[in-house]
């Protein structure tokens, strides 16, 4: 949540709010957000950009929390990978 709070410093108002309200309903975020699908980079960048186009501020807040959730899962797969290499180091001792 630390690094939400960061960005949501660094935005717009109206972005801001939209935001807030997404801390607000973070089980409907959870809900809807899959941690191991979502866009790649590109089309993260694209349909923000829509979003903001198109002033609809809870996509671009629920397209901030995809991004989130699948860094954060990839960060927790990467330390399960590397905890897993260290265990099988340790027993092949």
């Not at 980079?41 to 397209?63: C, G, H, I, P, S």
């Not at 990978?81 to 001792?93: I, L, M, P, S, V």
Request: proline content about 2%.
């Amino acid at each position: 949540m630390e690094q939400l709070q960061r960005l949501l410093e660094k935005l717009p108002q109206l972005e801001q709010q939209a935001l807030v309200w997404l801390m607000s309903n973070i089980d409907v975020a959870e809900a809807l957000c899959d941690p191991n699908g979502g866009y790649t980079e590109d089309e993260f960048q694209q349909q923000k950009q829509r979003a903001r186009n198109e002033q609809d501020y809870v996509l671009f807040a629920l397209l901030l929390y995809q991004e989130y959730v699948q860094e954060r899962e990839t960060y927790k797969a990467k330390s399960q990978d590397a905890e897993a290499e260290h265990q099988e180091g340790n027993t092949a001792k």
